[in-house]
């Protein structure tokens, strides 16, 4: 195809050739026709930067879309292991409140038993007369054997209580603790959750304007198409007027001749 700047020059030289008779208006003709072909190629190249930057942010939206993905699935993870430890503490409270219900029943076994003694009247005995029970002693390794009976009998019960009551304490203690932290998993786990919902959230966004870019595109390349398909048209028509304004310098050289 013959370059536009030398169709120009051609076809003034054809039309000077021709005479002045329709020089004005046939380079006003070609005049708007190279200024709307000039105006279409810089509305080509407009639509060609809007289409490059709606690639580019296609680009970084892909890059963001992965990258949030990627955070998704690391945060199903975590959710996955904070509800793995809420089970396992779940299980520690279940044992530790199975063992304060034995504890409890053994202290009230004990306290049954304290009862029990002192209706049949061996504890008062005991302790009524303690003096007599042990002067009653044949001898003294036997009133001494007494002596450490009636202590370590005491003593035993006492200490039984006591450490049912300490223990006791201790796993309600460990079972409020344990309640605690149960409760802060579960905020954790809503947390997580509330997160995953907005990175999700944040995605389809990020798809919808994924979405959006992608139409931008097919409709800038269509309206590159057209441009392209009206400049072409332009070019045919420079290209018919060239050839007309010939065949009529044609023409008018052979009636010269005859």
Do not use: C, W
């Amino acid at each position: 195809m013959i370059p536009y700047r030398a169709h120009f020059i051609v076809f003034l030289y054809v039309l000077f050739a021709l005479g002045n008779h329709s020089l004005s208006a046939q380079i006003d003709e070609q005049e708007a026709l190279e200024a709307k072909r000039e105006q279409l190629q810089k509305e080509i190249e407009q639509i060609n930067l809007l289409l490059f930057d709606q690639k580019e942010k296609r680009g970084t939206v892909l890059e963001q879309m992965e990258a949030l993905n990627q955070k998704i699935k690391v945060r199903q993870r975590i959710i996955n292991v904070t509800n793995e430890q809420s089970n396992l503490l779940d299980r520690k409270i279940t044992a530790n409140v199975n063992a304060i219900s034995e504890l409890r029943a053994a202290l009230a076994k004990l306290k049954e038993d304290y009862a029990l003694m002192i209706q049949k009247g061996y504890q008062s005995k005991i302790q009524q007369s303690k003096l007599m029970f042990l002067l009653s002693s044949e001898n003294f390794f036997q009133a001494f054997k007494r002596l450490q009976y009636i202590k370590q009998y005491t003593d035993f019960r006492r200490q039984q209580g006591e450490e049912i009551v300490v223990k006791t304490d201790t796993l309600t203690k460990l079972n409020i603790d344990l309640s605690a932290q149960r409760k802060e998993k579960e905020r954790l786990i809503a947390d997580n959750r509330s997160a995953k919902r907005e990175m999700e959230r944040e995605r389809n966004t990020q798809q919808t304007l994924l979405g959006s870019i992608r139409k931008d595109e097919t409709k800038f390349a269509s309206a590159i198409r057209d441009k392209q398909r009206e400049a072409k048209q332009i070019d045919a028509q420079i290209e018919e007027l060239i050839r007309s304004a010939i065949a009529a310098d044609n023409a008018a050289s052979g009636k010269d001749d005859s």
